[in-house]
Structure formats: C-alpha cells, structure tokens
C-alpha cells in the first residue's frame, strides 16, 4: 500500500472541503482498503467521513430516505425498510457476507469498482486500470463479464445487487460539492464504458454523496430479487433480476425491470417492461418480455449462457412478484 | 511516514498504539498488541479468518484500518473465555468436532457468536447463509454447522 496522509472529518462542509482540496473519501473501506493494498488504487490523502450524521434511515410519507454511510446490515434490517421497500433488504442480503455487510455504507456500495480479475491483476492489460492498454477480458476467461453495454474498451459488469433494486425501484440520489447540492437517478449515476472505462461515474470531482431515496413504498410491494451464482450465499450474480410490478384486477398496470450481472451498468429493461403494461401476468406474458431484454445483447466467447440465463432469471423473477399476496 | 496514535478497548483493556496510518486492524491486533489468535487468511475480505468483533458486531479486521477505530471496543478470540472457562462456542467446537487444521477456526468462532447473537442460527439453512463469510479449506464444515446449533440452543 502506497503511503497517505489522513484526515477525519466531522461535518459535510469539513468534508467537502478535503474533498475540494483533493482528498478521496473513506467510508467502510472495504473496496477502497482492498484495492490499496493491491495498488490498484493510490489515494494520496485519505478523508475518514464515517464521523458524518449520514447513517439514518428514514420514512417520509412513502419515501424511503436512506443515509450514504448507514451500512447494509443496518438498512437490511431496518423496520422502515421492510415496510416500505422489502426489495431492498433482499437484494443487500444477497450480496457479500455478513461481515462485509456490517462494514460497508450505502454510498460506498453503489461506488463499488468492478470485480473483473484483470482489473486487479497488475501485469494485465486494463483499459480501466490503465486507459490505453486493452481488454483483457475481451480474449480472456470472460463467463462472468457483460453481454449488454459492453465496448471494445472493457466488458466488466457492475457488482452491486442493491444497484439492481434501487434502478428498479426509480430510486434517486442527492449528493453535495463544490457547486452545492443536486439530485438526480441512481441509474444516472452509472456511465457505460465506451471508450473511456476509467471513468465509472457521473459524480463531479469532489462530489459526496449524502443520501438515496427510494420513493412510493406502498405500490411496490410486489417486488423481488432473485439472484443467480455459482454458490448459494457470498457470491456474485451471473445473472440477477428486480422485478417491481403493480397487478390490479388481474391486469399488469406497472412493470419494472432491472438486472445485474449482464450489463455493464445496471440494466433497466424498458422494453420489457412496455411489453408487460395491461396483459395479465402469466408465463407467456412474462416470456414475451424477456425475449425484448435480451435483444442487443452482445455475448463474449464464454459468457453465451447468460443470454438464456437472463431471459428465464426475469421470467422466473416475474413469477415470484407475481405469486405475491 | 508519520505514524498516529489509536487506542482500541481490546478484550475489555484499553490499549494504545503508535501506527502507520496504513495498519489494518488485523496487524494492529497481531504485530503491534501480538494478540495472534485472530488469523490473516487471504488479506482480502474473502475468507473471513480474521473476523472480530467491532463494538459487538463482526467484521473482516483485514478491510479496515486501525485508525478508524479509535475509541472502538474490539473482542477477538482471545477474548472469549472467562479465565479456563471456555465460551460455549468455543467447547461446542471441541464437541462437534468442528475443525481440522484450525487456522479458519477463531475467525468462525467469533463469526459464530455474532451470528447466535443476531439470532441467525436458528436452522442449519439459515447457519449456512449467515456462515457464508467464513471460508474452511479443510471442508469441517458438518462441524461448524452442529457446534453452531448446538450454542445455539444452549443460549
């Protein structure tokens, strides 16, 4: 790990502050420390925001309101949650592992690098690590990458279930900097790679992110998570599917469609999710808007598996939310 | 490199450290207070031997720096027993026979008794999901999952 200086903050303007002067935030660290240790990530100077009054959680009327540094665990098992958006508990408990559940904060998850190994790996080519010098992957052992979104510049997907919810749920996020505050999408947040990979987010230098809020509790409870990898529990998806629909009367009035695992951002299918709008919801309507999800989709040489994967992960998901009382 | 001063509640006794500001907590506990029970496995949050507890709950002590914890109140497996009287996690290994190399096993035991006290443990299912941070390359898994049960129970 390259050496750096440190400071601990107490109040947003303190942060925004070090942040404007160049310092890189630490919250639970648990990407940002393991990707120092590998040099992967060089941050000069440190800022320790975990002092900051930004882990509440929150309602307001059906608004679910979600601190940056509230950690996963906290959120996963806040009463608010399960109330207003049990979507997002599932999908946090599906990623990572309690211990890293305990540690990890909100802003920090969505901010997460990519867990591509040639990413890590230093004495590969990289155009994330290292703009210019290829995709690894591309020829590589690539069964886990992206079949939608992906350039000739890097195929990584992103690895956040929670990501997957809340672009499902049309969450937003407010964030602060140097020219004050905005909100605006989570799905926003997130760049495809093109041609510059290295650059991941839409955040502006200095930007901090403060809070999620998740909005319509009550018209989103036929929501669900459904999560497909190698091993059961503290696994990656291959393929990962949030499904929030509205069923009255036996007809489809909302349809939301997000996956993770395929996309190298995640992935709203917005097509599917047109195609669903006033059908009733069994199999041959659900299998009918699966089939749009995966048009455009662009396999790699060993990830050709995801393309029927993520038609019956969304067709299955459609079921579950469906089955819902 | 300057270094900064932490001091960490560790095992209920108050210690103080002078550290480079790039010390995990896991080599604050092992070469600064030479408290050697809680192991470095992968160094990378994927295995789980270094799990303590941070104020009650369980974390990978590798993936996160000393100085974020000053003024924390820290339990490592050194810090389970009272005096001879093992924790009962700890006999209940011994019982299920919950190891074979031993070198995951302090890291599943404090992960274990987090786990009991959040009340996860209430089937061999949901062990499993809630174990699922704690690695075992010797596969004495069986173990783990009856040594849990049966603290479990008794708690």
Known sequence: ?325 | MSTRGVTITVNGEARSIECDPRTSLLDALREHLHLTGTKKGCNQGACGACTVLVDGRRINACLTLAFMHDGAEVTTIEGLATGDALHPLQAAFIDCDGLQCGFCTPGQIVSGVACINEGHASSAAEIQAWMSGNICRCGAYPGIIAAISQAAGRS
């Open chain 1, 1 to 325: 790990m390259f050496p750096f200086s440190l400071e601990k903050v107490r109040t947003e303007d303190e942060a925004l502050r070090a942040a404007a002067a160049g310092g890189r935030f630490l919250a639970g660290g648990t990407t940002l420390i393991d990707l120092m240790r590998e040099e992967i990530e060089q941050p000069r100077h440190l800022v320790d925001i975990n002092a900051l009054p930004l882990a509440e959680i929150r309602a307001e009327g059906s608004d679910l309101l979600i601190g940056a540094l509230a950690r996963m665990a906290d959120v996963a098992g806040h009463p608010e949650t399960l109330r207003l958006h049990p979507l997002i508990a599932e999908s946090l408990l599906e990623g990572a592992s309690p211990q890293l559940r305990n540690a990890a904060s909100i802003g920090g998850n969505l901010l997460q690098r990519v867990r591509c190994p040639y990413f890590r790996m230093r004495d590969a080519a990289c155009n994330k690590r290292m703009p210019g010098t290829g995709c690894s992957a591309i020829g590589g052992l690539n069964a886990g990458h992206a079949i939608l979104g992906t350039s000739e510049h890097c195929v990584a997907t992103h690895p956040s279930d929670l990501a997957v919810a809340l672009v499902a749920l049309d969450a937003t996020l407010r964030v602060r900097g140097p020219e004050g505050e905005r909100s605006f999408p989570v799905e926003d947040l997130f760049r495809l790679p093109g041609e510059t990979p290295h650059l991941e987010h839409t955040l502006m230098p200095g930007e901090l992110i403060v809070e999620v809020r998740v909005p319509d509790g009550p018209p989103a409870r036929k929501a669900r998570y459904l999560k497909v990898r190698d091993r059961a529990s503290y696994e990656f998806a291959l393929v990962s599917t949030a499904v929030v629909l509205d069923i009255q009367d036996d007809r489809i009035l909302s349809a939301r469609i997000a996956a993770g695992g395929v996309g190298t951002r995640p992935w709203r299918m917005r097509a599917s999710e047109a195609a669903l709008i006033g059908k009733a919801p069994v199999r041959e309507a659900f299998s009918a808007a699966a089939e749009l999800a995966v048009r455009g989709a662009r396999p790699l040489s060993g990830n050709h598996y995801k393309v029927d994967l993520l038609r019956r992960t969304i067709v299955r998901a459609l079921e579950m939310a469906g089955d819902m009382a």
